[in-house]
């Protein structure tokens, strides 16, 4: 059996050494990435790392959780306007346009019984008289793609989109995102989206940080007077103080203007939604190495999260102090309009990090809101999607180890895991076809239709069928010039 490379998923901007998207196609996506259990350290500054599962799968359930407070109408028209791009990217996978289900949530989160905060936020929208979700899938044997939105008569994909993204504004100023996909993600709420063996991907779009409450309690939301002689007025500055820790405080601990460090989401407090919930719920449905998670927000810069006093202008904060912004831009439509005509904030997303944080070394990244276009937030995620789902070809020049022998001769490490990212994975290292007594191995291919750029190599593994398959993983590392 033979298995053609997908790259891995994880680009972490904080270790990536050269990370480039040009338009209508995946470019060079390198990244200095940390090693795995088998893997044998590697020569060079710069280094391709994929990730690509033994047993292969082309079907991808995609889910928009997408802010529709009062702030993000220029956010939404934002995404819409550029998605073109990321399904221009998402396309240019090896096996072709994966089989898609694509859906739409709103950070409403559950019922809080206060305006705009009624509820259903994990239930997938989508315009009057229209399928729950996007259909765009190609059937086994078939060579004709089978799609909801050209049945419903859209244009297009991008089309589609447009009209199931565009949820308007008006909606929950408490957001809750964690919620929105709890619900989201269970069959019970949207039957038929989630498939059993798809990938999940998760995108979030949202200026301000998840404000989901305790399993069960809606205490952090509480509106009388007794509640706000202890929670503090009823703003989203309760999400941060009680839903965020930092410098090792408490939580209800963050009233002082100053900077904070080592921000991390508040565990076992009675008001805020703990990490391990929204974890959970995932967990139940997808294992870590076929879920994506990747956030449009607010940046979480150490220098970048503070608690500030309250500038005059800002007259809907009713704290004395609030959190800083991550940026603060010329936009339409945010109740926080200064004198100076600042008219849009995004504030950090701490517990969105969080989550990012959980999934870390599988299929992860952090775009940033701020930006006035969001293509190349986009393109970026559509690429890491690739790299989990199909992406064959190496990209970058690969080093050549031995410049006298003939031909290439590259250096690279290639392993088979069992349960990739589980507490019982174990990894076994393959060496290169050609080598005596070889029966599984690996060895670089070229195919320039499959590959066009670059020097149209991809990586090529020759194993032993087995019923466990479908538990294995092939990672890859392999030094570049």
Request: charged share 15%; hydrophobic share 40%.
């Amino acid at each position: 059996m033979q298995q053609n490379i997908r790259a891995r998923e994880d680009y972490d901007l904080r270790t990536t050494s050269a990370v480039a998207i040009a338009a209508g196609a995946l470019a060079a996506m390198v990244a200095c990435q940390e090693r795995h259990v088998a893997d044998a350290p590697i020569a060079g500054a710069k280094v391709a790392v994929k990730r690509w599962p033994v047993d292969p799968n082309n079907e991808l359930d995609l889910l928009w959780v997408i802010d529709n407070s009062n702030s993000m109408a220029g956010e939404q028209a934002n995404l819409i306007a550029n998605f073109p791009a990321f399904i221009d990217v998402l396309s240019h996978i090896g096996r072709g346009m994966p089989n898609l289900h694509m859906g739409v949530v709103s950070t409403d989160g559950r019922q809080l019984g206060l305006a705009g905060c009624g509820g259903g936020g994990g239930t997938l929208r989508a315009p009057a008289g229209k399928s729950p979700f996007i259909s765009d899938v190609l059937p086994d044997g078939s060579d004709t793609r089978v799609t909801s939105w050209a049945s419903e008569g859209y244009a297009s994909l991008a089309d589609a989109f447009s009209a199931y993204a565009n949820l308007g504004t008006g909606g929950c100023g408490f957001e809750q995102p964690f919620q929105s996909v709890i619900d989201a993600v269970n069959p019970a709420t949207n039957p038929g989206f989630i498939r059993p063996n798809a990938y999940l991907a998760i995108i979030f779009l949202t200026d301000e940080d998840d404000c989901s409450g305790a399993v069960g309690s809606n205490a952090l939301f509480e509106n009388t007077t007794s509640a706000a002689g202890t929670l503090g007025p009823l703003a989203s500055f309760r999400c941060w103080e009680y839903g965020v820790t930092c410098d090792g405080d408490a939580p209800s601990n963050e009233r002082t203007a100053g900077v904070r460090h080592g921000c991390e989401i508040a565990a076992a407090n009675p008001y805020a939604m703990e990490l391990s919930d929204v974890t959970s719920a995932l967990a139940a449905i997808k294992p870590k190495r076929n879920t994506i998670i990747a956030t449009i927000a607010g940046d979480t810069d150490p220098s970048q999260v503070r608690v500030i006093n309250t500038p005059s202008a800002w007259a809907a904060e009713l704290t004395a102090v609030t959190l800083a912004p991550s940026c603060v831009q010329q936009g339409a439509g945010d109740v926080y309009a200064s004198a100076e005509g600042e008219q849009y904030i995004a504030r950090p997303a701490v517990r969105l990090q969080a989550l990012v944080n959980h999934y870390r070394g599988f299929g992860t990244t952090e775009q940033s809101i701020c930006a006035s276009d969001l293509t190349p937030a986009l393109m970026q995620i559509a690429g890491i999607i690739i790299d989990y789902i199909g992406n064959p070809c190496i990209d970058g020049e690969l080093a050549d180890q031995d410049a006298t022998a003939p031909g290439l001769q590259p250096n690279c490490q290639v392993s088979v895991v069992t349960d990739y990212g589980e507490a019982n994975q174990t990894e076994v290292m393959l060496a290169p076809c050609g080598e005596a007594a070889t029966t599984e191995c690996w060895q670089l291919a070229s195919d320039p239709y499959r590959c066009p750029e670059a020097d149209h190599l991809f990586l090529e593994t020759k194993l032993t069928p087995t019923l466990q398959d479908h538990r294995k993983t092939i990672l890859a590392n392999c030094a570049l010039l």
